[in-house]
């Protein structure tokens, strides 16, 4: 149909049309400016994203030192912390990242999946996977990822089932375990890795 009308008046849509189109492209410039009805859709995709615990790629992240325990690293900047001196929780919508330090030698690939038995036992829901040992900046650790049905929304009210990626480290008689969860089909694999990696014994 805008064919048949520029058809018949050139010079008068033309410069409408363009009009509407530099309009259209500079209501999508920005993902900080305000979107109208039916405005873009990749600035509602990263709305959806956030709203499901997606970590923005600009998120910034502060440091954490837990001089009491004897470690420090980086969690993303207005997360939520609870807890007590070995056993801390940063949190935000459905995704948490865990600390527990505890006493105990230098994890292994047996000492990990027997923990994880133990919990299985306790939590049904829990879908443990195969650890492997991992390289950290911090140093030697175990590495394995398993499933679990997480706690209910305070929104919705659903238990989302939580792919959990689990990291223990060893030094000098403490065992540090770092839980980073997030649930299925949520992307923090770049933020996850940025906080594990920035973890330091002291």
């Known amino acids: ?15 409408i049309a363009a009009g509407v189109l530099i309009a259209g492209c ?3 410039s920005s993902s900080t400016t305000s979107v109208s009805a039916g405005g873009s859709s990749a600035s509602a995709s990263e709305a959806a994203s956030a709203a499901t615990g997606d970590i ?3 998120q910034q992240f502060l440091r954490y ?12 900047q207005g997360w939520a912390r609870k ?4 056993d801390i929780t940063f949190s935000d919508k459905d995704n948490s990242v865990q600390v527990q330090i505890t006493k105990g030698g230098s994890p292994t690939l047996a000492s990990v999946t027997a923990e994880l038995k133990k919990e299985a036992a306790k939590d049904p829901t829990l879908q443990p996977g195969q650890p492997q040992q991992m390289q950290l900046p911090s140093g030697p650790s175990v590495h394995v ?4 049905q997480g706690p209910p929304d305070p929104v919705t009210g659903k238990k989302p089932t939580l792919m959990v990626d689990r ?12 839980n980073e969860a997030t649930p299925v089909g949520v992307d923090n694999v770049d933020a996850y ?10």
Request: glycine letters at 8%; zero cysteines; hydrophobic letters at 40%.
């Open 83 to 86: 807890g007590s001196a070995n």
């Open 167 to 178: 990291y223990v480290l060893g030094n000098k008689g403490r065992l540090a375990t770092v």
């Open 1 to 15: 149909m805008m064919k048949s009308l520029l058809s018949r008046t050139p010079f008068l849509l033309i410069p």
């Open 145 to 148: 990822v398993y499933h679990v």
């Open 56 to 58: 923005p790629d600009n």
């Open 193 to 202: 890795r940025k906080i594990i990696e920035s973890f330091r014994w002291s």
């Open 65 to 76: 030192t837990n001089s009491a325990a004897g470690y420090s690293l980086v969690y993303p």
């Open 26 to 28: 500079g209501s999508s």
